[in-house]
């Protein structure tokens, strides 16, 4: 399928964890609760072939990507969200949904567990060390801004658009306190937080522990070695990968964890080796403790490794084939650009999954010596967080299994010390009794005393020596480097900055942080929005200021990307813009624009402070240690951001962002910092019209040149921008009442009432005079955020063969356009900002949706409705964001021969549904017949009052939300409904025999590589197939003469007796488990017991309105051996007959889904997909009862509703169509893996620089 031409921008944003919820591009948390400090301001846009972020392993999937997304390595996938193709969305910019995960950390993006289509989980008092710098600051006469405080762990985000008024009066604090005096208090520590306990072993093993309530009954056990890549020799690279791998899956401890609900996996990077386990806190049938286990499991596998030769060559055929799969054109941009910017040291040349000619090589006894070097205690950490609630039991668990774990060579061991002592970073060099000195530099008593063990990890990670990017440094320029393939379809540049990395750990330190980030927030809008308005040259403009762990320096990077024919444009447009505000700064309105974002984002992630998910809260403090910043919860970080704030000055915010951007801004100049690098990533071919494909010339002088003219520029200081307080004053709002006189009517014609609740799961159903459907729950998983989204019938499918790409493109132009009414781009993203809303503007095959999160506190939720109405009624079509959405689909679809994926995927596509270009990107012949008014019409003729459904979820009162349904929603023009059904053109599978049922792909290219994909037919979510067949009339009749689900069928709980047959859900339910079952075999005989691939999976893509699906196995494999794994795929799919599911296999797969389905409840987006079609008229089988009933479905469902579900699965000759796709040297013609010659030095970033080279998760 074709993705988003770039990830949906609030997708990150609007996921609950603070760690991943930089919820606008000024994300305040950044200043004091993330690891590192990063400005990313939008979703960075791959600069190859365009496509989403999560396009990975099958991009056929049609899932719904939801702009609202609890975590945005795990796609939430209630059953109620719309399956969508990740390919026809396209994301809104308005307001804060550029903002995105802002983090270049080690954190594990590949940790994304396959994501079936048809599964239903994704299927106070402040600490008083947190006061003690505001009240030093009591003589400067501030007015605090009210703040909730809430108790829990992790970091801050905030909220008061009342700051300019209420923060601070700065001649008072000038005459209270001094210079002098100020920068003592500055020089405070920030206080660490409250619950985070440490502790050390004898034998030098560290541990932190967390209590967390999110998600209840769960911990996370993460055992990190601090070994990777980079501490690898000459003729070992890759051996750390191998490690993690033979450790991992050679555990038998880790195998009898499977059944009782607990997950787990690995991954290798840079610096470290990371083992961790998902589990519940006790068994399901007995409730043991699960603790223990779980510790066991991973001190075998991290410390005990069994080295067998078998499970060696089973590793080094898996890793073989991962070498393979993620040697993308991605891949390998990632490569050159992290070979550019690390020259000097190993980073260059030391990617974790290593050279192939090398893992050849190694035998058991190579590998074990290197384990032996660096496996030991004392060079491990373990991290526990979640519902653990006797702290000093935890502690004892894990010294009765760890404690007697010493290797051959270990020296004395050290005490350990008290776990409540100090908590300053681990990563203060050498300190044997487990903790570093006090953040006031107060010697440890007993330092002097303990003899330190003889084997100590390194105080410096990655032990690598870098060259810094610094005034008066000297050192040679680099010329620019340039990077010309011919999978490569876009130009895009880099200019980095290297620095080392500034700890966060005074308040001085975390006032740099804040002042940096306003600075660059500045510079995010000035050029994403102001340059939107018109065409710009560049496709987007970048600047990222990060820390990163895993390189061990803080990176600036300036990215542009831009159609290859406007590089000179796009690199000066850049340039000149950082040299404006470098020169001029920001304006006092944009600092207090701004500051107030931050601090408004702070305070909402205070409140949100018990709604934090263990692994975020992991993740966060693992990278914060790696970076030896102070780990502080929300509420601290919060009440630090909020005392900072109050000295901050416009022309020190412009004096530190200055220094940020003088490697741009000064290029050239005999004192400016030299750039790290600069490197082009360019393709070798362009299409220019009327010539065809012609060479793309580029010079690294052409680039210098261009980079000094821009720059020669003249310039022009920012103007004050106008923003507005509300989009629909309250005199308009009153017109719209007494003109619309909006009310609640009743659901249905035949009952007359206009209220449904269920008081079992909190949902309310209202709906509106001009037909509008209303959804609505009120929980408190999130304090004060809701969550809205407006679902409208139709999609893509009423895309006719004259109006081919009309909806996708029309959602793109309104999108692209950002302006309502009266107001401007510019003006609605910062009514957004200032608000705390983000949106997003997506469609798929079926159905349109826009999404919103808001803050409730000071009227957000009505901002949202106001923005909402104004898309309804006041929407802005432009010619020249027509223009933009059309060329960005045209270079989206000229891409896809050059990427080995997309040209498999999208020929399968093509074959299986006839054609049918509603299921893959429009084509140019198809975008050449669109206008602006037919891709206008294709979208608003959708929108009209019966046709709409939104639904809300979030910590607000009925009548808040009431009061705003009738407002801004009621007062909506009622429309006709279009009958969208009439209108959609019949969908078909291509008919059997056909020459298309099998094809193959060859890419040229200079690696060799290989994919497949097969699918076929499957019915749709509510058991509807093609033509419309009613499969529930199918299993009527063949029940008269077969047993009905046994009685066995019951509640296992015994509360209720359900017919799974008879329900609604029934197929949902039982191909979500049979999916489960299906990969578990895939993985099991196509990957680890035949060796032929890295990666494969199952996945199911069931449609909710239209009368069809399809499954899809996704398997990446080598030019010779694709061929078997296909087969081997095949014979999986087809072998349910011949070797049949048993009862373990079926009960692991329940396990599974109902916990998936148990923790993303806690979640309003998950809650938001639930509500999903409930009053459709589309999907007239869903309703309450789907919601209700869905634990009872899974645990009744038994092996013949499977077996009778599998038989409507479509795994015949006549029905199955597989596509392979090969890369290589020679294309089209036999290769031989024994002859593939990795070149692994080369690979675009995805999701940030560099962690495509982290290797994929173990499993």
């Known amino acids: 399928m074709a993705s988003s031409p770039f990830p949906p921008v609030a997708a990150a944003a609007a996921s609950a964890p603070p760690r991943l919820a930089p919820r606008h591009p000024f994300a305040a948390a950044a200043a004091a609760r993330r690891s590192s400090l990063s400005f990313r301001p939008a979703a960075r846009r791959p600069a190859l072939p365009l496509r989403s972020s999560a396009a990975a392993a099958n991009p056929l999937r049609c899932a719904h990507r939801r702009a609202v997304s609890p975590r945005s390595r795990r796609r939430a996938q209630g059953f109620g969200a719309a399956s969508a193709s990740a390919s026809d969305s396209a994301a809104s910019t308005w307001g804060a949904a550029a903002g995105r995960d802002g983090c270049l950390s080690c954190f594990p993006k590949s940790r994304r567990g396959r994501s079936g289509l048809a599964r239903f989980a994704p299927c106070a008092l402040p600490h008083a060390s947190g006061l003690s710098f505001r009240s030093r600051l009591s003589g400067a006469k501030v007015r605090p801004s009210h703040i909730l405080h809430a108790a829990g762990p992790d970091e801050p985000h905030v909220a008061s658009p009342t700051w300019s008024e209420t923060s601070l009066d700065k001649p008072d604090l000038d005459h209270a306190i001094s210079k002098e005096e100020l920068e003592d208090v500055l020089n405070t520590p920030l206080p660490e937080h409250p619950k985070l306990i440490r502790g050390q072993l004898k034998n030098g093993l560290r541990y932190l522990i967390l209590p967390n309530k999110v998600p209840a009954n769960r911990f996370e056990a993460h055992m990190e070695v601090h070994v990777g890549s980079i501490d690898e020799e000459e003729d070992e690279q890759g051996i750390a990968h191998m490690i993690e791998h033979v450790a991992f899956l050679g555990s038998k401890k880790r195998e009898k964890l499977l059944g009782t609900g607990a997950r787990s996996n690995a991954y290798t990077d840079f610096h470290h080796t990371v083992f961790h386990i998902h589990s519940p806190t006790k068994t399901k049938e007995y409730g043991e403790d699960l603790l223990p286990s779980v510790l066991d499991a991973l001190n075998e596998i991290a410390f005990h490794p069994k080295f067998s030769s078998s499970r060696v060559e089973k590793e080094r055929r898996a890793i073989l084939s991962e070498l393979q799969m993620m040697n993308t054109i991605e891949y390998r941009v990632d490569c ?16 974790p999954i290593g050279l192939e000619e090398q893992i050849h090589k190694w035998d058991p006894d190579k590998i074990r010596r290197f384990h032996e070097r660096w496996y030991y205690p004392a060079n491990a950490t373990l991290y526990l967080v979640g519902e653990i609630d006797d702290i000093p039991r935890a502690m004892r668990e894990i010294e009765a299994v760890f404690e007697h774990t010493l290797s051959e060579n270990e020296g004395n061991p050290v005490p350990s010390g008290s776990p409540f002592g100090a908590m300053a970073s681990l990563f203060a060099p050498k300190l044997p009794g487990g903790f570093a000195a006090n953040l006031t530099g107060e010697k440890s008593p007993t330092t002097d005393k303990i003899k330190p063990i003889k084997r100590e990890r390194q105080a410096v990670r990655p032990p ?69 308005s018109s065409n710009p040259p560049f496709t987007s403009v970048e600047l990222d200021h990060s820390d990163s762990g895993r390189e061990g320096c803080t990176v600036t990077t300036l990215t542009v990307t831009a159609e290859p024919e406007n590089w000179r444009s796009a690199i000066k447009v850049a340039v000149h813009e950082v040299r404006r505000l470098k020169e001029f700064g920001v304006t006092m309105g944009e600092m207090t624009r701004y500051m107030d974002a931050l601090i408004k984002d702070s305070e909402q992630l205070a409140m949100m402070i018990d709604s934090v998910p263990s692994v975020d809260n992991l993740d966060f403090i693992m990278e914060s240690d790696a970076l030896g910043h102070t780990v502080m919860d929300q509420l601290q970080g919060h009440e630090s951001l909020l005392a900072v704030a109050e000295t901050v000055t416009l022309e020190e915010v412009n004096t530190v962002g200055a220094e940020v951007l003088e490697f741009i801004s000064d290029f050239g100049k005999p004192n400016a910092p030299l750039p790290a690098a600069i490197v082009a990533c360019v393709p070798k071919k362009v299409h220019i019209d009327g010539v065809g494909e012609t060479d793309f010339e580029i010079y690294p002088d052409g680039i210098t040149e261009a980079i000094k003219a821009g720059l020669g520029e003249p310039i022009y200081p920012e103007p004050e921008l106008e923003v507005p307080k509300e989009l629909i004053t309250q005199s308009e709002l009153n017109k719209l009442k007494l003109q619309h006189k909006p009310s609640f009517v009743p659901l249905t014609e035949e009952e007359d009432v206009v209220k449904v609740f269920d008081t079992e799961t909190g949902i309310a159903q209202r709906r509106l005079s001009n037909g509008i459907s209303i959804n609505y729950k009120i929980t408190q998983n999130e304090a004060r955020v809701g969550v809205m989204r407006l679902i409208v019938g139709g999609g893509r499918a009423t895309e006719d063969s004259e109006s081919k790409g009309s909806v996708i493109v029309g959602v793109r132009t309104l999108s692209e356009g950002g302006c309502v009414g009266n107001f401007s ?55 020249d964001a027509f223009d933009r959405a059309t060329q960005l689909y045209l270079s989206y679809y000229r891409s896809i021969p050059k990427s080995l994926e997309r040209s498999t995927a999208h020929k399968l596509m093509l074959a299986m549904l006839n054609h049918d270009e509603r299921f893959v990107e429009p084509s140019p012949h198809s975008l050449q017949k669109l206008t602006l008014q037919s891709v206008k019409d294709a979208v608003m003729n959708q929108f009209v ?116 047959r008879s329900h609604p859900l029934f197929f949902g339910i039982t191909l979500s488990l049979l999916a489960e079952i299906i990969n578990s075999r895939l993985f099991t005989t196509v990957r680890d017991s035949m060796g032929l691939t890295y990666d494969v999976s199952f996945e199911l893509n069931l449609f909710d309105k239209l009368d069809l699906g399809w499954y899809v196995i996704a398997v990446t494999s080598t030019p010779s051996k694709v061929h078997k794994a296909v087969d081997a795929c095949k014979g999986v799919l087809r072998g349910l007959h011949s070797s049949r599911i048993v009862e373990r296999e079926l009960d692991r797969a329940k396990r599974t889904l109902l916990m998936k389905h148990e923790a993303e409840t806690k979640t309003n987006a998950y809650w938001l997909g639930l509500l999903a079609h409930l009053q459709s008229s589309s999907v007239p089988r869903k309703d309450v009862s789907c919601i209700k009933e869905l634990t009872t479905l899974y645990e009744s469902a038994t092996i013949e509703d499977l077996y009778l579900a599998y038989e409507h699965l479509k795994v015949d000759d006549s029905s199955l169509f597989a596509c392979i796709g090969i890369a290589g040297a020679e294309s089209g013609e036999d290769t031989n893996d024994d002859e593939a010659d990795m070149d692994l030095h080369g690979m675009a970033p995805m999701g940030g620089r560099g962690l495509s080279t982290m290797t994929r998760p173990t499993t």
């Open 464 to 532: 690598v020596e870098h060259k810094w990017s610094l005034p008066g440094v000297a050192q040679d320029a680099k010329p620019p480097a340039i990077f010309q393939h011919e999978l490569i379809q876009s130009f895009s540049i880099n200019m980095f900055c290297k620095i080392p990395v500034s700890k966060v750990q005074t308040y001085k330190d975390l006032r740099s942080v804040l002042m940096k980030r306003i600075f660059l927030s500045a510079l995010h809008f000035r050029i994403n929005t102001r340059y939107k």
């Open 825 to 879: 781009r510019e003006q609605v993203e910062l009514f957004c900002v200032n608000n705390l809303i983000n949106c997003s503007l997506e469609s798929n095959e079926e159905f349109i949706f826009m999404e919103f999160r808001f803050a409730l506190r000071d009227n957000g939720m009505r901002a949202a409705f106001q923005l909402l109405h104004m898309v309804l009624e006041h929407n802005v079509w432009l010619e």
């Open 336 to 351: 050159q650009l992290l070979q550019h910017l690390h020259s000097e040291n190993k980073l260059s040349n030391r990617f």
């Open 945 to 1060: 009052g019966s046709n709409m459904e939104v639904s809300i979820v979030g910590d607000f009162t009925e009548e808040e939300v009431e009061s705003c349904v009738l407002d801004y929603l009621g007062t909506v023009r009622a429309a006709s409904s279009p009958n969208t059904e009439e209108r959609i053109e019949k969908i078909s599978f291509r008919p059997f025999p056909s020459d298309l049922h099998f094809q193959q792909v060859y890419i040229k290219d200079t690696d060799e590589r290989a994919c497949a994909y097969i699918a076929g037919p499957a019915p749709n979510r509510w058991g509807f197939a093609t033509e419309g067949n009613d499969l529930f009339n199918v299993i009527r009749r063949s029940g008269a003469d077969a047993e009905i689900s046994e009685p066995v069928n019951l509640d296992l709980t015994g509360k209720k007796h359900i017919d799974v």
